[in-house]
C-alpha cells in the first residue's frame, strides 16, 4: 500500500458545514474525507479534461474508490464565528417575497505560529492507481497534491507546503499513537482531548447529494481550549497499525 502525504496551511479558515439541511448552518471544525478526495480530484479533473455535469460523473466520484483510507491532522487555532445571513424566498400563492435570517457559521484560524497547517493522508493500492491514471500515475498524483487550492468551499483557500509519496508499513499492535483523525469504532479507549464529528461515510455514499446518507464517526486529536492537536493513545479493537513515515494511523 502506498501513501500520499499533503501539508498546507489554512490563509484565513474554513468554511464547511455539516452535511444535515437546516435553515442554519453550523460549521464543522474539521474537514470531512469527503472534502479531502474534492480537493485532490479538482486539480487531477482540470489536467485530464474530465466533463462534471452530473453526481455520477463527478471527478470527486471518479477517483473515491481508489482510497483505502483518509486522514486529516489539524495543528491550528480554530474559532467559529457566526455571520447573520438574510434569507429570501417566494410565496407563489400569496405571491411575496419573504425574508428571513439565519445564523452561517464558519472557522477562522487564530493567531497561532509558523508551525500552523494541515496534514492530509491518502492511502491507496498502487495496482489501482495505476489502473486509473496508467503509468504516469506517480506524476499525476504529486501535480495533483501540489496542485490542491482549497478544501471545501471556494473560500477555503490553503497553499501547499510539502507532499510526500511513499510506502505504508503495516504493524501489528494493540496500541496507537496518532494526531490523524479515525472512525469512533475502531477504539476501545482513548487517552487524550479530542472533539468528535458526525460526517457522511466516504467509503459508502458517492461525492454529490448527502441529505439522508450514511455516517460515521471521526475522533479528531484536537485540544479545543489549547486550539492546538492533541497526540492521542489509543487502544485499538483490531491489532492492526498503518506507519507512514514516522506516524501512526488507525485503519478505517
Known amino acids: ?51 462534471e455535469n452530473s453526481e455520477l460523473n463527478s471527478s470527486a466520484e471518479k477517483i473515491r474508490p481508489l482510497f483505502k483510507g483518509i486522514y486529516l491532522s489539524q495543528n491550528l487555532p480554530l474559532i467559529e464565528y457566526n455571520d447573520l445571513s438574510k434569507i429570501f424566498s417566494y410565496d407563489v400563492d400569496e405571491k411575496q417575497i419573504r425574508t428571513d435570517a439565519a445564523a452561517v457559521s464558519k472557522i477562522y484560524r487564530g493567531k497561532g505560529s509558523a508551525d500552523d497547517r494541515v496534514k492530509i493522508v491518502y492511502l491507496f493500492e498502487e495496482q489501482e492507481a495505476r489502473k486509473l491514471f496508467g503509468v504516469g500515475w506517480e506524476e499525476m498524483l504529486l501535480e495533483a497534491a501540489w496542485s490542491i487550492t482549497r478544501l471545501g468551499a471556494r473560500e477555503s483557500i490553503v497553499s501547499v507546503d510539502k507532499v510526500t509519496l511513499g510506502d505504508v508499513d503495516l504493524l501489528n499492535q494493540k496500541t496507537a499513537q496518532t494526531v490523524y ?66 506516524e501512526e494511523l488507525i485503519p478505517w
Not at 12 to 17: A, F, T
Not at 224 to 239: G, H, I, Q, Y
Open 1 to 51: 500500500m502506498k501513501y500520499l502525504k499533503v501539508e498546507a496551511t489554512p490563509h484565513w479558515g474554513l468554511y464547511i458545514n455539516y452535511h444535515a439541511f437546516t435553515k442554519s448552518r453550523p460549521a464543522l471544525k474539521t474537514i470531512p474525507p469527503t472534502t479531502l478526495i474534492g480537493a485532490l480530484a479538482q486539480p487531477i479533473a482540470l489536467k485530464n479534461n474530465w466533463a
Open 181 to 246: 483523525y479515525f472512525p469512533y469504532y475502531m477504539q476501545s479507549s482513548v487517552q487524550g482531548s479530542y472533539l468528535v464529528a458526525n460526517v457522511v461515510d466516504w467509503r459508502k455514499t458517492s461525492i454529490g447529494e448527502y441529505l439522508g446518507k450514511p455516517t460515521v464517526n471521526l475522533i479528531i486529536p484536537y485540544d479545543d481550549e489549547r486550539k492546538r492537536v492533541s497526540p492521542l493513545r489509543v487502544n485499538l479493537m483490531n491489532e492492526i497499525v498503518y506507519r507512514v513515515g514516522d
